[in-house]
Nanobody
Framework: QVQLVESGGGLVQPGGSLRLSCAAS????????MNWYRQAPGKQRELVAT???????NYADSAKGRFTISRDNAKNTVYLEMNSLKPEDTAVYYC????????WGQGTQVTVSS
């Protein structure tokens, strides 16, 4: 049984930072393309960042220069470090594992507000 459990969300002021974690069980994260998506109220879910099995990364334009995706193979966990947060980053953030099958976590809320 595959489980992806996100944590680390919360309320932060504009300009602040958060680190999201995605702890996986039932899969080996280094064998998958691991993605962070987000969905704001009334908007479609959008891809924020990807780390591929070989370790290369890709970012949405909105995340470039501010967000960093990384992976700890020993902990089987993927992270999203978010800096210089803006109110428009407010969303539910989801972890996704993609290969032949696709698995999703339950999401973690990030709210950026003063």
């Amino acid at each position: 049984q595959v489980q992806l459990v996100e944590s680390g969300g919360g309320l932060v002021q504009p300009g602040g930072s958060l680190r999201l974690s995605c702890a996986a069980s039932g899969i080996i994260v280094s064998a998958y393309a691991m993605n962070w998506y987000r969905q704001a109220p009334g908007k479609q879910r959008e891809l924020v960042a990807t780390i591929f099995s070989l370790g290369t990364t890709n970012y949405a334009d909105s995340a470039k220069g501010r967000f960093t995706i990384s992976r700890d193979n020993a902990k089987n966990t993927v992270y999203l470090e978010m800096n210089s947060l803006k109110p428009e980053d407010t969303a539910v953030y989801y972890c996704n594992a993609q290969k032949v099958s696709s698995y999703w976590g339950q999401g973690t809320q990030v709210t950026v507000s003063s």
